[in-house]
């Protein structure tokens, strides 16, 4: 199993609302990573867990919270999201103790009204 | 300056075309990728290279590291090769940085 599998795959959420994303990969990778992608431009990393542990933050609002409650899941919830926070959130997963090639969910379209 | 750099930004091509897609860097690496990503989000990784030359079907990566230079080639393009095709260079640990991207339109 090769797969990184997102859920949704679509959401519209309003300014008040609180939702999460979730992420699933059962390749035995221990490296998981959220990343943001805004229409036409590259993906921006957001975190990234190594080993179940926040390794790397990369100064993302407290709008957004990951979550890794074991080494196949990765979470993010979202509370009080900016209409720019609208983007395609995509979710990756590596195993660090060979390579970084990383691997890519299909993402979640988020769209905050 | 962005620390990659991808030439040309958007491509045209037709069927049967030879094309190839540029990435420079400026910053030390302990390896590049070349991802594909389709119209809808999903990312496929096409190659991960540190030296030297990959192949795959009809895709070819090559990278120069004294020159800090990579190349993708797709050799006999077709429709379904049109995508975005992103550069991008592991520099710290897991940490990628990203090329802007070059839209690739193959017309039949």
């Known amino acids: 199993d090769t797969e990184v599998t997102q859920t949704p795959k679509h959401l519209v959420m309003g300014m008040t609302n609180k939702k999460s994303l979730k992420c699933e990969q059962h390749m035995g990778h221990r490296a998981m990573y959220w990343y943001k992608q805004k229409a036409k431009k590259p993906p921006e990393l957001m975190f990234v867990y190594s080993y179940e542990k926040l390794s790397i933050n990369e100064s993302v609002p407290s709008r957004f919270s990951p979550e890794c409650p074991n080494s196949s899941l990765l979470n993010l919830h979202l509370h009080a999201l900016q209409p720019e926070d609208s983007a395609l959130y995509l979710c990756?997963?590596?195993?660090?103790?060979?390579?970084?090639?990383?691997?890519f969910g299909p993402g979640t379209r988020l769209t905050v009204t | 300056k962005n620390e990659v750099e991808q030439s040309p930004q958007n491509l045209t091509a037709q069927e049967g075309e030879f094309i190839t897609i540029n990435c420079s860097y400026s910053v030390g690496i302990s390896a590049l990728h070349w991802l594909q990503q389709h119209p809808g989000g999903g990312i496929v990784s096409l190659f991960m290279l540190s030296s030297g030359k990959k192949k795959h079907g009809r895709l070819i990566a090559t990278i120069n590291i004294q020159e800090k230079h990579s190349s993708l080639h797709i050799t006999a393009s077709h429709p379904r090769d049109s995508a975005v095709y992103i550069c991008a260079v592991e520099t710290s640990g897991s940490r990628l940085t990203f090329g802007e991207g070059t839209q690739l339109t193959v017309n039949p």
């Open positions: 990756a997963s590596s195993d660090p103790g060979m390579t970084y090639e990383q691997y």
